[in-house]
């Protein structure tokens, strides 16, 4: 089934959203509530390239917070399951000290659906 | 608790030479700002405010944040201090704090009995006193409650989650 797309007040990116899930879509109506400016997916980290300079891995983070400077990963994997998301994060960190990021995992998604009474499905 | 509350207390009197302003956000907050202010010992102000909760927002109608709430008294030029009853994602703060700039306080800090930082998204708030950093768990007492229940506990619990 098809994604909600509200008409958000917040977003700074170009063209709408396509959010991959609805805990990615209750985050930005989160952010869009609070009127904390957001953008979705706004840029591609390349994490490794082959000798011909192609892309073999890259990362895009979920959201990316423009006045915090701050790029958030949202994850509804079960904690078991995520080894590979951080790994592409420690390997983003380590080749871009420089950028801010915070990965969400299940558990926090689940803590803020508490917290905001949200209904997001498992 | 009250030995803690009685030192932010202190601290607060040290800071401040003009009589504060302590604002807080209604409920949580309420037995907080009850003690501290008994603590507190410099001449104060209080005011309460209250912000509509992004659960209330109902399906279809997606709108803002805003105050229920609004304060009785002006805080232009005024020292103000808003008291949490806890930090976590900073995204409430971080609207009241932008509301209340708007209206030229001469200051503008924060003191939060708690503060919970694991999924903070916006850093940049003057929080200038804390009470305790706590783990990242679920409380209740104290102001705060488990469906609107339980606030009036006399001390914070820990509350623990139900067995999978």
């Known amino acids: 089934?098809?994604?909600?797309?509200?008409?958000f007040q917040a977003y700074r990116g170009v063209g709408k959203p396509r959010f991959a899930n609805q805990a990615e879509l209750e985050c930005a109506k989160i952010l869009d509530y609070y009127g904390v400016p957001?953008?979705?997916?706004?840029?591609?980290f390349v994490l490794e390239r082959d000798a011909e300079g192609n892309a073999l891995e890259a990362f895009a983070p979920?959201?990316?917070l423009p006045e915090q400077d701050l790029f958030v990963e949202i994850t509804v994997m079960k904690q078991s399951l995520v080894t590979r998301k951080n790994r592409k994060l420690r390997k983003l960190r380590r080749l871009h000290p420089e950028i801010r990021i915070k990965l969400f995992y299940k558990r926090d998604i689940e803590r803020l659906a508490q917290r905001y009474h949200l209904e997001l499905a498992s | 608790m009250l030995g803690r509350v009685t030192e932010l207390g202190g601290e607060i009197a040290r800071d401040y030479e003009a009589a504060p302003l302590l604002i807080a956000p209604l409920k949580a907050s309420f037995v907080f700002l009850a003690d501290l202010s008994r603590r507190l010992p410099i001449p104060h102000e209080l005011e309460f405010v209250e912000l509509a909760g992004y659960g209330g927002v109902r399906p279809g109608g997606h709108s803002g944040i805003r105050l229920l709430k609004d304060l009785d008294l002006s805080v232009a030029d005024r020292h103000v201090l808003i008291v949490e009853d806890v930090v976590d994602t900073g995204l409430t703060l971080n609207y009241l704090v932008k509301t209340l700039t708007l209206r030229r306080p001469a200051s503008l800090s924060v003191a939060t009995l708690?503060?919970?930082?694991?999924?903070?998204l916006v850093e940049d708030l003057p929080v200038r006193y804390v009470?305790?950093?706590?783990p990242d768990?679920?409380?209740?007492?104290y102001g705060f409650d488990l469906d609107e229940q339980l606030r009036n506990l006399p001390d914070i619990y820990y509350l623990r989650p139900p067995a999978a």
Do not use: C, N, S
């Open chain 1, 62 to 64: 979920d959201f990316y």
């Open chain 1, 38 to 44: 957001w953008e979705y997916e706004p840029r591609t």
């Open chain 1, 1 to 7: 089934m098809a994604l909600e797309t509200p008409d």
């Open chain 2, 114 to 120: 708690l503060d919970r930082p694991y999924r903070r």
């Open chain 2, 131 to 134: 009470g305790f950093t706590i």
């Open chain 2, 137 to 141: 768990e679920l409380f209740i007492g």
